[in-house]
Structure formats: structure tokens, C-alpha cells
């Protein structure tokens, strides 16, 4: 459900963010386990022009934080399986 997204601006790494230069579009990282929320999500990113991927599960969102290297992440704290506390807990080691 989009009221249940967190939204966490993060550099993956640090835990801090940090501000993108003029030049550089916004990666930003949808985890949600809908993917009729992740297209909504996705959809309207990239209209307003950010580099978007999506991960439809705890574990692939944790995988692509450290692949993708997101500016933002949106995450939906009530996932089956890996919940989105877990997934940010594991996403920061």
C-alpha cells in the first residue's frame, strides 16, 4: 500500500545523504512487494527524471542497494517474508 511506503533518503554506505551535483539524475530504489505499486512508483520517478529501479522482495532490495547505489529508497515496511525493517537493517552492513 502507498500510505505503508517509507521514504529514506540514504547514501547506501554511509547513512547520510548526499546531495547530487545539477548534472546527476537521482537513483532512486522502490521495494514493494505490489508490483502494481512498483509500476506507479516507477512510472512517475521517471516522469519527474529520476533513474529508477524496483525490487519486488527484502533480499533482491538488498541486493541492488549495493548494486544500484540508490540516492533514495522507497520501501514498504510491511512485506511478506523479509519485512522492510529487516531489509533496511541488512541493507546498512
Not at 554511509?14 to 512510472?43: A, G, R, V, W, Y
Not at 538488498?62 to 522507497?74: A, G, R, T
Amino acid at each position: 500500500m502507498l500510505h505503508q511506503l517509507v521514504v529514506r533518503m540514504i547514501d547506501a554506505k554511509h547513512d547520510t545523504f548526499n546531495p547530487l551535483s545539477p548534472m546527476q539524475k537521482p537513483k532512486t530504489l522502490i521495494i514493494d512487494d505490489e508490483k502494481e505499486i512498483c509500476s506507479l512508483l516507477e512510472e512517475y520517478f521517471e516522469e519527474e527524471g529520476f533513474t529508477v529501479s524496483c525490487s519486488h522482495d527484502g533480499l533482491e532490495g538488498i541486493e541492488k542497494v549495493k548494486s544500484f547505489d540508490p540516492s533514495i529508497i522507497l520501501l514498504d515496511m510491511r512485506m511478506l517474508g523479509m519485512n522492510g525493517n529487516e531489509a533496511l537493517k541488512r541493507s546498512k552492513n
